[in-house]
Structures are given as C-alpha cells and as structure tokens.
C-alpha cells in the first residue's frame, strides 16, 4: 500500500513509531511492508486527534485538513486507511469487545489497534512486524470467528451487508477553486488548470471554478503559492454576499482559518481594512498562515491606517466596543461564527465519525449554545455605529442555528434602520418560511449543493443613510421636521 519513504523521510521518522507510543525495536522490513507499517502509525495518529474532537464534540480540525499537513507523509495510503478503518469501526470495536483481547497496554493505543484489525479483518495481509502487529496477528482466528459469529447475530450475510445498516449516501462534489485574485487573474488560472484537467468557470461567482469531483489538488503548484484556494461555492458566497467597496473598513468576526477573511481582502482590491477577529490562540496561527499564502498584508497594529491590509486580532468579538474610536469607521461585518458544522459534514467525512453514525448528532444542549452565541453576536455587529452591510453565515442546517437566529433578531435589526435583502436574486434555493422576509435568505442544499450553508444579509435601508446624512443634522433646529422625521421612522 502506497509509496516507499525516501531516505529523507527514514531519517524524519519520530523514534517512537508515529502513534505516540514507544515500541521495543523498529522492525527491519522492505518494501511496501515497510510503506504500511508507517501508513498504519501515520493513520493512528491522525485517527486519535479525531476520535478525540468527536468524542469531545469540539473537532479541532477534520480528516481531509488533518491528511493534508505536510508530517502526513503517504497522504493517499494514510487516507484511505483512516476512512476505512472508520467506516468498519463499529465492527472493529464489536469485535474487539466481544473477542475480549485487549488488555490495558493495547487499549491505550487502541487507534493503532482499530487500523491493523481494519487490515486483518478486512484489508491487506499483516506482516509480523512491529509489536501491534506481532500481537494481533496471534489473535487472528479469534478475531475472524468473532466477525462470523457477529454476522449471524445480525442476520446478515456479509461485511457489506452491515455497514449499509448504518450508511448515508455517498456525496460526490464538483471540486471548486477560488482564484485568488490578489495574486493571479482569474483567465490565467484557467488556463493553467486547464493543462491538466477539465475546468469550467462558475455561472453566479466570477472568481469560482469548477473541476471535476475527486481532483486532487492538494500538491498543486497553483494550490501552494496561494494563487488558488481550495474552497466551496457556499463558502465562497459569502464575502460577495456582503460585497464590500474598496476602501471600506471591515471587521470578519470569527475568521480562522480565514478563507473569507482573503476572499474579502481581494474583492476590496487592495483598498481599505480588515480587522481579522478570532477567539482561539491556536487558530490565530492558521489565520495568519492562509493571510501570508494569500498575499494581503498584515498589520501589527489598529493605529495605523494604510491604505489596504487585515489587521489581525486575538480577541472575543463579543469584548470588541463598538463605541471606541478604531471601530468608528467599520463599514461592514461578515459574522461567520462556530456552528454544528452539520451542512459541511458529508464533505467533512463526518458520518463516518462515531458520535455521527446513523444520525446521531441531535446534542439540542450544544445546539441551543451554539445558538445563544449565534444570536448574541449578530446583535453585537448589529451595535457599530457607521455599519452599513453584515453578513451571517454558517454551514449548518438546523433552523435553531439559522432561520431562529434572523428571526429573533430582525426587531433589533429594524430598530437599527437595517432590513433583510437578497444577495444573490437568482439563487434557487431559499431560507425556511418560517417569517415574512425569509425570501431574502440565502440556504445551500447540501444534496443538490453539496454542502448546507446559510447566508442571511442585512444593509441599512436606504433612507435611513440619506436622511442621516442629510436630514437628521437640521431636526434639532426646524421643530416641523423634527415631527415629521419621528412620524416616518418612529422614535
Ligand atoms: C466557522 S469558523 C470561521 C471560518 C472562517 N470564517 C473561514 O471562512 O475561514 C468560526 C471561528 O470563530 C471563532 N470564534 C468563536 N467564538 C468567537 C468569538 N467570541 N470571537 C471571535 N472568534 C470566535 C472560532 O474559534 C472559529 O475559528
């Protein structure tokens, strides 16, 4: 299974065999027993980060963005072991259960243990080496009449038959790239990929392109240097949806990874300012990575006013005082904040996480919170003072996390002067009718679209900015219209 690691590679290995565990003696093996061996201790390890996020239901980054950094080094072999060894780990734990063989020591590296049963049981043959390996290959025959025995108990008459009890469709997604127009024209990488692939512009979003599902672009030349982002058309309509001008100053609230932060950076061509906000430290680093690979640069400090950068800030958006003087100026706000991710998932791979099989993921308690701070934020962007456009979006399909959100606070919204409006008009498919206005929200199918998103857009209304301007200085003076101004907009 996969490739032979270079000599570079044998030398970057970690002395404890990739899964964080000390074995007795590195096996001397050759050859692609020696490639399996590294691919099953390369999966172990990214299997245990993700068993961990799902069990403590706070994912810290998903499979496919786990594969793709650059210590995976058999990305491809290193995949597909996790994703089927996920895919049979119900089995796999029955199994291990029933067959009752792993003591103390093997359970505490038991994501090892799932992905060389994965081979034992159902994938390829199992050299004796390593001390995993030596130590489940013993119980071989007791693993494999476990499995026949667990058949019969469920009365089906294969594997196959199985994991089909618990499957959800297969999604198979167009790839979409975004040009990053702050580094490459959007014809020139066209033309590029088209070298190599079948590419076709996107008919709503002019920067978007769109390749056949499964292209790997992950190793990418244009992918590396940041001249193309790996990015979905949901994900990718947000930042038009607020459509900022260049020179506007902006605020992206919640921004790691900072896909839209970038996307807003080049549709303001250079021109204005982003402060980039996120919560979490450790996120901060990814935020600040994806704003060097994307060319825009970054500020060190909100007192400087250049004429186009991001100034990234480790802060809670809530602690932010729309009142204080670095914020007077802040035109627009994209709100993209933590949600269940339940739009994404398919894509994510995360039906075949444990906590997600056979649609388990109905935590109202972790909805309901996720909702509070949904609702608290967007009442939050709602509080600054010059803003005139904010953007919320998620990639979530539950109404808690959406349609609820817009609802309850449309009455602050309005109370603010601002209204519900239609980003994109053509788009086919819209919010729940669960209010008047909610034709004006923006969802994603995650069937037909390949992912479930939700975009809602609100902007100032237009007479409320030109009476500001013009009207509201002189009611002070002129006691007529003063009465006339809090007849039409009320107190
Ligand atoms: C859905 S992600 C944003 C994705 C990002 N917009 C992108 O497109 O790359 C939500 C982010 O909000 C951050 N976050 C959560 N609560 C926050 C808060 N109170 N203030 C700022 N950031 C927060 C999370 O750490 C997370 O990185």
């Known amino acids: 299974m996969g490739r032979v690691p270079t000599k570079q590679q044998k030398n970057n290995r970690s002395k404890d065999g990739g899964d964080g565990t000390q074995e007795k003696q590195k096996p001397s093996l050759k050859g692609a027993e020696r490639s399996a061996y590294f691919a099953r201790r390369e999966a172990a390890k990214v299997l245990r980060v993700v068993l961990q996020g799902d069990a403590n239901r706070r994912a810290l980054a998903s499979i496919k963005s786990l594969i793709y950094k650059p210590s995976v080094r058999n990305k491809k072999a290193t995949f597909a072991l996790i994703c089927q060894t996920l895919k049979h780990l119900p089995i796999i734990k029955d199994v291990l259960e029933a067959s009752s063989i792993l003591n103390t020591k093997w359970k505490r590296q038991q994501e090892l243990v799932y992905i060389i049963v994965y081979d034992i049981l159902f994938g390829q043959a199992v050299a004796v080496a390593g001390d995993a390996e030596k130590y489940l290959m013993r119980h071989k025959n007791a693993l494999q009449s476990t499995l026949k025995q667990l058949l019969l108990r469920r009365n089906v008459k294969n594997v196959e038959q199985l994991i089909a009890l618990n499957q959800l469709p297969d999604v198979s997604l167009p790839r979409y790239v975004r040009v990053n127009t702050l580094k ?35 190793d990418h030349p244009l992918v590396n240097n940041g001249s193309i982002f790996m990015q979905g058309k949901a994900s990718s309509m947000v930042a038009p949806a607020l459509n900022p001008e260049p020179g506007w100053e902006v605020i992206d609230a919640c921004a790691a990874p900072g896909n839209k932060t970038v996307h807003l950076a080049a549709l303001m061509k250079r021109k204005g300012r982003i402060i980039a906000c996120e919560l979490n430290k450790q996120r901060i680093k990814r935020l600040k990575e994806t704003i060097k690979l994307s060319g825009a640069s970054m500020l060190q400090s909100l007192k400087l006013n250049p004429s186009s950068d991001i100034h990234v800030l480790n802060e809670d958006f809530l602690n932010i005082d729309p009142k204080a003087p670095s914020y007077s100026k802040v035109k627009a706000i994209l709100l993209d904040p933590s949600c269940s991710g339940s739009g994404t998932a398919a894509s994510r791979l995360d039906h075949l996480l444990p906590s997600k099989a056979a649609g388990q993921d109905t935590d109202m308690e972790r909805l309901n919170k996720l909702a509070a701070f949904q609702r608290k ?35 602050i919204a309005e109370s603010h002067g601002f209204e519900l409006v239609n980003p994109f008009a053509e788009w086919h498919c819209r919010g729940l009718p669960v209010f008047k206005g909610s034709e004006n929200l923006v969802r994603t199918d995650p069937a037909a679209d390949g992912e479930g998103f939700f975009i809602a857009l609100f902007a100032k209304k237009k007479n ?4 500001k301007k013009h009207f509201f200085p002189r009611i002070h003076t002129d006691p007529f219209r003063t009465w006339l101004y809090y007849r039409l907009n009320g107190p």
């Open 184 to 218: 490459l024209d959007v014809d020139s990488a066209l033309l590029e990929l088209k070298e190599k692939y079948s590419v076709e512009k996107d008919d709503l979003l002019p920067d978007l392109l769109i390749l056949p599902p499964g292209t790997d672009l992950h």
């Open 377 to 411: 934020a967007l009442q939050h962007a709602l509080s600054f003072p010059a803003v005139e456009k904010i953007v919320y979006s998620t990639c979530s399909i539950n109404q808690i996390e959406n349609e609820d959100v817009i609802k309850s606070v449309l009455p």
């Open 464 to 467: 409320v900015q030109k009476k």
